[in-house]
């Protein structure tokens, strides 16, 4: 897969949910948010953001924001259900920008805000 921004073995930019899927090949992008799954995952109105059960074997490449799963996550989380489980990327990641990249393993850049619901914690008879 070759692109120029916004590029993912499976899909260039997504809102919410991945389950079971894989990516063989390869994913270039001559600028910047380029994953193995998704360019851009961005979490859902609702605040999700989960990616599951998904593997790359393909190498990746792009200027910034360059990850093995995604090269820029970002949304505003609001449920303990967001997360990347039982996912992997086993390819090269590489990005061609020397001074700014975003490059890692899983995912180039994380920029989520976590919203913090008023919780219970129950010890013994007593609730606080």
Known sequence: ?????DVGGIVG?????VKRCYTTGSVTGSSSKVGGIAGYL?????????????????????TSYVGGIAGDVY?????RDTGIWR????????????????????I???????KQEKSKLNRGNKTY
Do not use: F, H, R
């Open 42 to 62: 961005e979490a859902s109105s609702s605040g999700y953001a989960i990616v599951e059960d998904y593997y790359a074997l393909g190498n990746i490449k792009g």
């Open 1 to 5: 897969m070759t692109g120029k921004g």
């Open 13 to 17: 930019q997504i809102t919410g949910y």
């Open 108 to 114: 180039g850049a994380l920029g989520l805000v976590i």
């Open 75 to 79: 949304g505003t989380i609001n449920t």
């Open 87 to 106: 996912s992997c990327a086993m390819g090269n990641i590489e990005s061609t920008n020397s001074t700014t990249s975003y490059t890692g393993g899983l």
